[in-house]
């Protein structure tokens, strides 16, 4: 099939074609319905259920076909994104990419490091001197706001560990050199005095014998589009699709029962994203039917029934709650659920979802 000559009326989404975004790309694509067999040999698939075709691309090449409105959708890095604003410029009302969601995964640093042994941890002693790496847009924009700090004396809020303010272009002392991979092997090469390069665990970095001294940009996975995509109704379902994916992975539904009276107590221990469901529980129906059975034998007595009714007001106390909890913090809510009162708790998984 032509496949360029079905393109005529999709959605055209851009997902990575390869490298550590891509695995959970796809999850969220699978999560979403949005059904599609790729082509070992092709880079344009098309969706099965929708009127999209998916584009396969370098997660650094997504920003600028969104950004031309060439491709309405696309997931990449923020740090790609940053990288193509500061190599082509802000966006414009008709150019760039907007942000419609942060996916929560593929979180990294775009770090300045130096030797371990010998490497100074103020950043400001590279100026003029030998900086490797991948994205020479930021990089420059970084150096050229320690320069403009060293020369003019005016702060441009560059810390050694949070993340640097971005100045405008100018002409550089710092000697910046593009590299596309391996970057951490520069310095121990004689290529470079200090590198910049992204670190999510930081064991490359440890093992090549570099270390952090500060951070031109925290990144994690985002969703973008264009400034005029050509089905915005479809961007919309596409985005309410992803983050209902995401929410079931990053949540779990906790279910249990507790006295009425601590609601407060139980409600500041498990919120929720919005607020916990509460019901009564119906325990009158048991009791009735515990009652019918014992007048029909003809053995319930008057002190009974007082017994039973106090058992029914006693149970009128008790609600059940439910509420989307964190996974990650699951096991510390349960025990502090526990440890107020609560009791037959339950956590079930959340397979999808429709959240905000």
């Known amino acids: ?105 593929g979180n990294c640093k775009l770090q300045v490091q130096v030797p371990e042994r010998g490497g100074s941890d103020d950043p400001r002693d590279l100026v003029g001197r030998n900086v490797v790496t991948s994205f020479t847009g930021l990089t420059r924009q970084y150096f050229e706001g320690l320069e403009r700090e060293g020369s003019q004396g005016r702060e441009t809020g560059v810390t050694g560990t949070g993340d640097a303010k971005i100045v405008g272009k100018g002409e550089l002392k710092t000697k910046i050199k593009f590299v596309g991979g391996s970057v951490e092997a520069a310095c121990a090469l004689g290529v470079a005095d200090g590198i910049v390069d992204l670190v999510e665990s930081g064991e490359t970095m440890k093992a090549a014998g570099l270390k952090a001294i500060s951070t031109v940009v925290t990144s994690t996975a985002v969703l973008i589009k264009s400034k005029r995509p050509s089905n915005q109704k479809l961007v919309d379902l596409i985005a309410s ?25 139980v409600k500041a221990i498990t919120p929720g994203k919005r607020a916990p469901t509460v019901t009564a529980l119906d325990m009158n129906a048991s009791a009735a039917a515990s009652a019918s059975a014992e007048g029909k034998e003809g053995k319930e007595s008057n002190g009974d029934e007082g017994k039973k009714m106090e058992e029914e007001e006693e149970a009128e106390e008790w609600v059940a709650l439910s509420v989307m909890v964190e996974r990650k913090r699951i096991a510390e809510v349960m025990d502090q659920l526990t440890d107020v009162g609560a009791q037959d708790i339950l956590v079930l998984e959340i397979s999808n979802s429709r959240t905000r």
Do not use: W
Not at 54 to 63: K, Q, R, V, Y
Not at 241 to 265: K, W
């Open 1 to 105: 099939m032509d496949l360029v000559n079905h393109l005529e009326g999709r959605l055209l989404f851009a997902v990575p074609k390869k490298g550590r975004l891509q695995q959970p790309c796809l999850d969220l694509l699978s999560g979403s319905d949005i059904q599609f067999k790729r082509s070992p040999r092709l880079d344009i698939t098309l969706v099965k259920n929708h009127a999209i075709a998916l584009i396969f691309l370098p997660a650094a090449d997504i920003p600028t076909f969104v950004g031309e409105g060439r491709v309405d959708l696309g997931i990449t890095g923020r740090d790609q994104v940053a990288e193509h604003e500061a190599t082509f410029g802000p966006p414009t009302e008709t150019s760039g990419v907007e942000e419609v969601l942060d996916l929560g995964f």
């Open 241 to 265: 699709r992803i983050r209902g994916v995401i929410a079931a992975q990053s949540y779990v539904l906790c279910q249990y029962n507790i006295p009425r009276r601590l609601l407060p107590t």
